[in-house]
């Protein structure tokens, strides 16, 4: 019986990433330097937000872009091997594509994990705090749990664009989403009302609610429905950039 993740190649791809300077950066350097920037650094980091202190509210927001960032850049890295001819070489061992796919996506989300935790490791260090132990832990686990659909997002790009530059554009463009998106900076007035329309809006703020309970820095309020819509909608988006991905990388053989 064929093994679901194939053990030698998760590790092989771990230690490729570890040493690829590049994903330690936009993946678990980026996030950690973001929010020591914006979060700990700054001299309004021990107010409250909701249930949470300022520093806590962006610790988990850079959690969850690290996860984003993760997730689409080496799932678009995996696709773009496929696309590139790799899935015939798979055709000549045991492996199959559907193994090969799992054990990408595990690896991804093993990143995503170690990012989400050096950035929590941070935040302890630097004065995080929440009113309860259970919002650290609602907050990692949304982030990583909702953060998958992005790996849907680095699958589509990967496939679409077919190019080592594919894993480059997508973490490049989820650090566009996020300072448009509300992640980075709080926005409000006309910009606020533009980034409740972009991918990274409503999953950063589900990833808050924990400390917000929807509450806005800008003043009023998310409710649970226009967040859980937003990301139902940018799901059924990234399908189908997966879906135009494949039908392309069809075309190209």
């Known amino acids: 019986m064929t093994a679901i993740v194939a053990p ?66 080496l799932c678009s890295l995996a696709a773009s091997e496929v696309g590139q001819g790799w899935g015939r070489q798979l055709a000549l061992t045991p492996m199959t594509m559907s193994t090969y796919a799992l054990t990408k996506v595990l690896a991804a989300v093993s990143f995503a994990a170690l990012s989400t935790l050096l950035v929590f490791i941070a935040g302890i260090a630097t004065g995080a705090e929440a009113a309860d132990t259970w919002r650290w832990l609602a907050a990692a686990a949304l982030a990583l749990g909702i953060g998958l659909i992005f790996g849907l997002y680095g699958l589509g790009v990967g496939l679409a664009f077919n190019s080592d530059s594919a894993a480059a554009l997508a973490s490049i463009s989820i650090t566009f989403f996020g300072f448009f998106g509300n992640v980075f900076v709080p926005l409000s007035g006309v910009m606020l009302d533009v980034a409740k329309w972009t991918p990274m809006y409503g999953y950063v703020a589900l990833v808050r609610w924990p400390a917000t309970e929807g509450a806005l820095v800008a003043g009023g309020e998310d409710p649970l429905w226009a967040l859980l819509l937003n990301i139902a909608a940018w799901t059924a988006v990234f399908v189908l950039l997966v879906r135009f991905g494949v039908l392309r990388s069809r075309r190209r053989r």
Do not use: K
């Open 8 to 73: 030698a190649l998760f590790r092989t791809e771990l230690v490729r990433q570890i040493r690829n300077p590049y994903t330690l950066a936009f993946t678990i350097g980026m996030p950690v330097a973001m929010y020591l920037l914006f979060g700990a650094s700054m001299s309004y980091a021990a107010e409250s937000v909701g249930q949470a202190n300022v520093s806590f509210y962006v610790m988990v927001s850079m959690g969850a872009y690290g996860t984003a960032t993760a997730m689409s850049s």
